[in-house]
């Protein structure tokens, strides 16, 4: 068994993913040694380098920092899945007998002896889990967090608390990893098929959600979207949320005023009314129904909850506004399963119902694409104008066939486009559209800043 604290050196394969970089952060808080990889530098990156972490982007085994190549018995290396088996510096580590654990191995050793909250989720669980920790945090309870995003109101995706307390993670169902996990307390917000080319089938994967609700603590409780099934085989409590229909906790009197959402919060022994909500979306508003609710278990108080929830700011690329005149928005979403895209349109056309809405979308991965290009037509047909950017590969080699031209030709929408993203800025500067999102959970985010400048020429 690794004993995580007497490791002096921690190298990162991967260290600009997000949850890798939160985990950086945190032994690098602790005045550990961290180092290490990526393949492209990032703002996050930058930010760790800042930080007084060493990176360096080039696969390179004499990058690696002296410390770390002199001493394996003090060192620790940590691999993404991103991270491609045939990686030179992976090689190296094995090769030479290196102490290697996944990501979500190290969070499941983090967390072991914690009080610990997962949210878990196909899509909706770094809102979610940022909305617990924020919560909690603004009640004063003691809370770490380990998230999948950049919360805005604390611009970082690691949050620290002085005392041992509460521990919020996100809880990732990719590789099966939230396995290595056994909270007090548990989201579930969703199980919509992903990751088939890990799982192969729905079926599978919804197993694995599974096993996860089966790993709560006994005497936990587990807030789980209505109309998910996990089976009988769970021992901790199970209580249900949602919008649409009557579960132990739902929102109601949802309605927008001053281009906010504002809702009631209902259970069977409490009521919140008039919670006016910092992020748009009706999906956003289910999440937080679902925050709430963790957040009463560990015992936040109404009053905090309603304040916190209106000086919520978000999370970076989720639903993120970035112009927003009496001319034109522009909205920049991650956004990169068929249900993400249609929650996050209906939110725009909620929030604008008279403005033309031009969607951008980069697909992401190409098994991804081939499994769900139905799913994504029929998404991206709710917009009024679609651009269709080239698939990011990521992790993956090309398949053959397999292109963004297979979402564009499912299409019934008329107005749509496939272009390269040099033509993508073009047109923009050219149509500047009333209403633009982009969606996407590749390197579309670089050209969040292209975008907004364009809109600023104006």
């Not at 696969?59 to 002199?70: K, M, Q, R, T």
Request: proline share 2%; net charge negative; charged share 25%.
């Amino acid at each position: 068994m690794i004993q995580v604290n007497d490791i002096k050196y921690f190298y990162f394969l991967g260290i600009g993913g997000i949850g890798m970089s939160a985990l950086a952060r945190y032994f690098n808080k602790l005045g550990k040694k961290v180092a290490g990889y990526d393949k492209t530098e990032s703002s996050l990156t930058k930010e760790l380098q800042e930080e007084g972490i060493e990176i360096h982007f080039d696969e390179n085994i004499n990058s690696i920092p002296a410390e770390i190549l002199n001493d394996k018995s003090n060192s620790l290396i940590v691999v993404t899945p991103a991270v491609p088996k045939n990686h030179r510096e992976w090689n190296y580590f094995i090769d030479n007998e290196y102490s290697i654990v996944k990501r979500s191995q190290l969070l499941g050793l983090l967390t072991k002896e914690s009080t610990t909250i997962a949210v878990a989720g196909t899509h909706g669980k770094t809102t979610t889990s940022t909305l617990v920790a924020h919560l909690i945090k603004q009640s004063g309870i003691a809370c770490a967090a380990f998230l999948g995003g950049i919360a805005k109101n604390y611009n970082s995706n690691l949050l620290l608390s002085d005392e041992k307390g509460l521990v919020v993670v996100e809880a990732d169902e990719y590789d099966r990893s939230f396995l290595t996990l056994f909270p007090k307390m548990a989201i579930i917000t969703s199980m919509d098929a992903d990751h088939l080319d890990i799982y192969g089938n729905q079926e599978y994967m919804e197993e694995s959600y599974r096993m996860f609700a089966q790993q709560v603590n006994a005497n936990g409780i587990i807030i789980v979207k209505k109309g998910l099934n996990l089976g009988t085989n769970i021992s901790a409590i199970i209580k249900t949320y949602s919008i649409n229909e009557d579960a132990d906790y739902r929102a109601k009197n949802i309605r927008v005023e001053e281009g906010r959402f504002v809702f009631d919060f209902v259970s069977t022994d409490l009521n919140i009314e008039n919670i006016v909500f910092g992020m748009p979306g009706r999906h956003n508003v289910e999440n937080a129904v679902a925050a709430i609710a963790i957040a009463l278990k560990a015992g936040v108080k109404t009053d905090t909850i309603k304040k916190a929830l209106s000086n919520f700011e978000g999370v970076k690329r989720r639903f993120e506004f970035h112009v927003r005149t009496s001319n034109n928005v522009y909205i920049d979403d991650y956004a990169h399963h068929p249900e993400e895209l249609r929650a996050c349109i209906d939110g725009v056309k909620e929030l604008y119902k008279d403005k033309k809405i031009t969607g951008v979308f980069q697909p992401h991965l190409y098994s991804r694409t081939k499994d769900f290009a139905d799913g994504f037509a029929k998404s991206l047909d709710m917009l009024d104008e679609c651009i269709l950017l080239d698939i990011y590969p990521a992790r993956e080699l090309p398949i053959e066939g397999v292109s963004s031209q297979m979402i564009f030709d499912r299409m019934k929408l008329k107005n749509k486009q496939l272009l390269s993203k040099e033509a993508l800025l073009k047109y923009i500067y050219e149509n500047k559209p009333e209403v633009l999102v982009t969606f996407g959970a590749g390197d579309i985010d670089q050209l969040v800043e292209p975008i907004k400048k364009i809109y600023q020429l104006n």
